[in-house]
Each structure stands twice: as structure tokens, then as C-alpha cells.
């Protein structure tokens, strides 16, 4: 039986939940969708479309999210369930649960993997090793396995046509010794990048920190998400966390925006599964011209003034 640990925002599950789900049906067999944490009640109903059971839990001790609780949650449970296989998201949060569930099951742990095999007696995965520079194929025999898949990478799950049934049930965590004192959150009323059905990049091309407000202008009229190439997050313009690439996050949005980007091989591994690619360059040679279904050759300081005027016109 495969456990999918999902994530949810208490009322959805998340974008890598249906990836999770996904992965688990392309792989075949029974499936457990595991939803912790508060609105578990109200995320069951979705995840019962993609899997064969749900368990949800809503203990005190899985608020606020600490990785070491939901680790032991999810440990515990994949002994419960007799699980042969538990796949989470290769989030942030995902990438710090895993490991500690790996530890607590005794169990090997591979770690965002781009691709799922069934193998006799185990898994084998793919996944990228070296700063990306190297795929990796992993193999673990074992009656447990641990893995963390890489998001934007798997195809979303389909609803069957029957619904799982919903279990509640009963965990019996131990009290931490570190406690969560305190939290605050940066506001941002952007849609994040690995969820984001629309994606625009700006690259070195935009010259400047300050010329990132065309990016930012022309995402918050489309609702995109904001990435940026490793050369502009290097040169200090933007924070890793909207890095696209191989050494950044994998996107897959409807349609990608690359604005004053070059397209190196690095970039397009993290962005060339894009339903819809338009470039906006001043040379019509550059790989990513190549690649996008729609090409606008020029400066992008007189382009993006035009297709923010032009967007907004469509939103009015
Ligand atoms: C191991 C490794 C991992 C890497 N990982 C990543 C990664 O995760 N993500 C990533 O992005 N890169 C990654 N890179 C770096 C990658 O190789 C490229 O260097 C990088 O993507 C280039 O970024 P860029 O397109 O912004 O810059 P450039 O290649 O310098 O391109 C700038 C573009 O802007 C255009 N331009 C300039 N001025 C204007 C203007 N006024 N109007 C219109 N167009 C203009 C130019 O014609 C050019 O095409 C990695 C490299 C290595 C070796």
C-alpha cells in the first residue's frame, strides 16, 4: 500500500498533494491519502476522489506545523497502515518531514525523486544529483521506503470513479522539547511560484533590481507567480526562492513569460514543461526563442510597458 502524506492549505489540497496522488496512481496499487493538521476534515473529501482510503487527524500537538510532530504522525501511522511506500511532497516543508520519517521507520530514503519505477522487492528512482549536474538512478530494496518527489514533476492524479472511504483517526504524539514560540509571516499577496498556473521571469536582461517592477507590474495583472534566472538571484536582484531552473525550483505553468532570458539548458530544465512559452529578447538567436510559442523580438523596456497596458486593458 502506498501512504501520501498531502499537503493542504485547511480548505484545498495543495498543487504537490495532487502530484503526490498522481505519482501513486502511475505506480498502481492500493493508495492511503494521509491528511494531518487542522481542516483535515474538510481536505478529506477532495483526496477521497484520488485514493482508495483516507486517514485524517487533527491533534493539537500538529498545530503549529513542526516537522518533528508531523514526522512522528506519519511514521506512525505507515506502521498502522502496513504501508510498503510513503511519498511526500519535495516541498520545503516535504524535504524536512521525510528524512525524519526515514529515521523513525528504519527505512531507506530517496529524495526528490523526478521519476517512480516499481522495481522487485523495492523502488527505483531518478532524481538529479551533483548541483544538477548529474541524473541519478537510485535503487532501494526494502519493505519500506521513504521518498520525496521533486514538485512540478509528476502528472496531477485523476479522480476514480469511486470515492475512498474517510477514516478519523487517533494519534498519540509526544510532546516536543523545542516549542514554537513564535511566528511571523511575510504578507504577499502573490500567488506562489511552483502553484502558479501562469509564471513570469525576468533574467539579466532586466538590467537592474529596480526594472523587476515590469516583472512584477505585469504578474500582479495576470495573478502569475514571479521567478527569476540564476543570474539575476546571483547578482543579488532577486531571492533564490524564485530561482527557476535545475538549481531552482521545476515550474509547469500554462503559459511562461521569459523576459530579458537567454534560455541556457540550466533554465529550461526547470521551466520547458510549460504549456506556453513566450519570449520577450532583443536577439532573435537566443535558445529561448527557439523554444517559445511566441517570440517578441525587442527591448523589453519599450515590450513589457505594452503588455501591461495590453493586459490591463483585457482585465478592464
Ligand atoms: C550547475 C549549474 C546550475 C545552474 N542552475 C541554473 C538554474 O537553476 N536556473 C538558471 O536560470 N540558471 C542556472 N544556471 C545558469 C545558466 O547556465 C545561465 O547562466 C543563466 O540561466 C543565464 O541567465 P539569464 O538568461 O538571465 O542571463 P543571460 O544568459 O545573460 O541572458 C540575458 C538575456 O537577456 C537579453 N537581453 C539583454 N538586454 C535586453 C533588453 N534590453 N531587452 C530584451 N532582451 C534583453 C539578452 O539577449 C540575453 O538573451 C546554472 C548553471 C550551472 C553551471
Request: hydrophobic share 45%; aromatic share 4%; with cysteine.
Amino acid at each position: 500500500m502506498i501512504l501520501v502524506h498531502c499537503e493542504h492549505d485547511g480548505t484545498r489540497l495543495r498543487k504537490s498533494a495532487l502530484e503526490m496522488l498522481g505519482a501513486a496512481q502511475a505506480l498502481g496499487g492500493e493508495i492511503t491519502a494521509l491528511v494531518l493538521g487542522r481542516g483535515s476534515s474538510q481536505v478529506a473529501a477532495e483526496a477521497a476522489k484520488y485514493a482508495s482510503q483516507v486517514l485524517i487527524a487533527e491533534d493539537a500537538l500538529l498545530e503549529p506545523y513542526s516537522a518533528r510532530n508531523h514526522a512522528q504522525a506519519i511514521a506512525d501511522l505507515a506502521v498502522q497502515a502496513e504501508a510498503s511506500l510513503v511519498l511526500t511532497s519535495g516541498s520545503r516543508a516535504g524535504r524536512e518531514v521525510a528524512p525524519r520519517v526515514a529515521v523513525r521507520l528504519d527505512a531507506p530514503y530517496l529524495e526528490d525523486a523526478t521519476q517512480l519505477e516499481l522495481i522487485d522487492g523495492g523502488l527505483r528512482v531518478k532524481h538529479y544529483a551533483y548541483l544538477a549536474r548529474v541524473t541519478e538512478t537510485l535503487e532501494a530494496i526494502a519493505p519500506l521506503i521513504v521518498v520525496s518527489v521533486k514538485p512540478n514533476t509528476q502528472a496531477v492524479a485523476q479522480p476514480s470513479a469511486n470515492l475512498g472511504e474517510v477514516f478519523e483517526v487517533e494519534l498519540e504524539l509526544t510532546p516536543s522539547p523545542i516549542q514554537v514560540v513564535g511566528r511571523t509571516q511575510e504578507k504577499t499577496s502573490r500567488v506562489a511560484l511552483t502553484e502558479a498556473s501562469l509564471v513570469v521571469t525576468g533574467g539579466r536582461g532586466m538590467g537592474s533590481p529596480e526594472n523587476f517592477k515590469l516583472i512584477e507590474d505585469f504578474a500582479d495583472v495576470l495573478g502569475a507567480g514571479v521567478g527569476a534566472t540564476r543570474a539575476a538571484v546571483d547578482a543579488g536582484w532577486r531571492p533564490y526562492a524564485e530561482q527557476v531552473g535545475q538549481t531552482g525550483k521545476t515550474v509547469q505553468p500554462n503559459a511562461y513569460f521569459a523576459i530579458g532570458v537567454s534560455g541556457a539548458v540550466q533554465h529550461m530544465s526547470g521551466m520547458g514543461k510549460s504549456k506556453l512559452i513566450v519570449a520577450v529578447n532583443k536577439n532573435a538567436d537566443e535558445p529561448i526563442m527557439k523554444v517559445a510559442d511566441y517570440a517578441i523580438i525587442g527591448d523589453l523596456n519599450a515590450v513589457m510597458p505594452a503588455l501591461i497596458a495590453a493586459a490591463k486593458k483585457l482585465k478592464d
